[in-house]
């Protein structure tokens, strides 16, 4: 089984780096880890560099998991390189991990995570960063 990952070096990219080790491990399957940027901008601080890569691949076989990177500049959209890599290389599970969002942000159509859950043709697990309770 192959699992999908859409991976940014951030707090919410590292949750779905978690949940699809724990997927992969639960499944006996291996992970696909995917990297784009928007291409929007010269510097895009969710395009991993080689050291934030090799760090969560190390994480990935520390846990025992096969794990493949592709990285690439996306022409603006996150969410059709996504579903491209999900339909090439045979995905079984697709995990993204969400932000937060306030009540506005939640209105507004176009958000990458949404576009995938609602055009994937494999299951998605949305993952949430874990909140401190008090």
Known sequence: MMILVGYVPT????A????????????GGSVLLLNTSRGD????????????L??????????GVDVAIQ????????AAELLRAAAQDDVELI??????????GKLILGSTAQRVLLESPVPVLAVKVAQPRD
């Not at 090799?54 to 846990?63: F, Q, T, V, Y």
Request: glycine share 6%.
């Open 41 to 52: 901008a010269y510097i895009d601080s969710r395009y991993a560099n080689q050291e934030e």
């Open 16 to 27: 779905a780096l978690e949940a699809a080790a724990a997927e992969a491990k639960l499944r």
């Open 71 to 78: 990285q690439a500049l996306a022409s603006g959209d996150v």
């Open 11 to 14: 707090p919410e990219g590292e």
């Open 95 to 104: 995990v993204l991990g969400l932000r937060r969002r306030s009540p506005v």
């Open 54 to 63: 090799a760090a969560a691949e190390a994480k990935l076989r520390a846990e």
